[in-house]
T-cell receptor, first 114, second 109 residues
Framework: DAGVIQSPRHEVTEMGQEVTLRCKPISGHNSLFWYRQTMMRGLELLIYFNNNVPIDDSGMPEDRFSAKMPNASFSTLKIQPSEPRDSAVYFC????????????FGNGTRLTVT | QQQVKQSPQSLIVQKGGISIINCAYENTAFDYFPWYQQFPGKGPALLIAIRPDVSEKKEGRFTISFNKSAKQFSLHIMDSQPGDSATYFCAAGYSTLTFGKGTMLLVSP
């Protein structure tokens, strides 16, 4: 059973560059979540999709952040332009069913913006 | 997002001891309270979860105690082992989860 797959595992980029993070959820899961983890703020929900439709993007920090889910097996989180304060670990998670079902997290993408 | 407050930030327990981590939430509409365990370089993984209709849930060495009136819940790890050393997150929500800031647990041999 393949879990949630994220790529790349590590990304180092310079301020001002575009960054694209990718996620493949578990097959059959109908909800997908993007979280950001930092020491200061912990795990923050950025956006979540249900059946490929964005439901709540209130956690997206700025217009520099955008997320898409073109189909049930793929999602991207894009930051353009990137800034040093975007440095964090970004997690994708997927879930089958309702809010009381477990979230399955990928192993994250560690983003460093210099 | 509604807050979930978690304490302590870090905890050191001797092997065989009891680890206790506490969380408090604000939103009375929350109806799902899971705990996640995270090892370095990995994503969080579900450890145990509880719904508000019960006051306690036990799975092996892990127990959640839930106090609905106080809006608090806690994780107890009995007979703590070095392999339990990890970061633990409480969470609360209904359609989405709000996470606490995490507790780094170190179980000394």
């Amino acid at each position: 059973d393949a879990g949630v797959i994220q790529s790349p595992r590590h990304e180092v980029t310079e301020m001002g560059q575009e960054v694209t993070l990718r996620c493949k959820p578990i097959s059959g899961h109908n909800s997908l979540f993007w979280y950001r983890q930092t020491m200061m703020r912990g795990l923050e929900l950025l956006i979540y999709f249900n059946n490929n439709v964005p439901i709540d993007d209130s956690g997206m920090p700025e217009d520099r952040f955008s997320a898409k889910m073109p189909n049930a097996s793929f999602s991207t989180l894009k930051i353009q332009p990137s800034e040093p304060r975007d440095s964090a670990v970004y997690f994708c998670a997927s879930r089958s069913g309702t809010g009381v079902s477990p979230l399955h997290f990928g192993n994250g993408t560690r983003l460093t913006v210099t | 997002q509604q807050q979930v407050k978690q304490s302590p930030q870090s905890l050191i327990v001797q092997k065989g001891g009891i680890s206790i981590i506490n969380c408090a939430y604000e939103n009375t509409a929350f109806d799902y309270f899971p705990w996640y365990q995270q090892f370095p370089g990995k994503g969080p993984a579900l450890l145990i979860a509880i719904r508000p209709d019960v006051s306690e849930k036990k799975e092996g060495r892990f127990t959640i105690s839930f106090n609905k009136s106080a809006k608090q819940f806690s994780l107890h790890i009995m007979d703590s082992q070095p392999g339990d050393s990890a970061t633990y997150f409480c969470a609360a929500g209904y359609s989405t989860l709000t996470f606490g800031k995490g507790t780094m647990l170190l179980v000394s041999p």
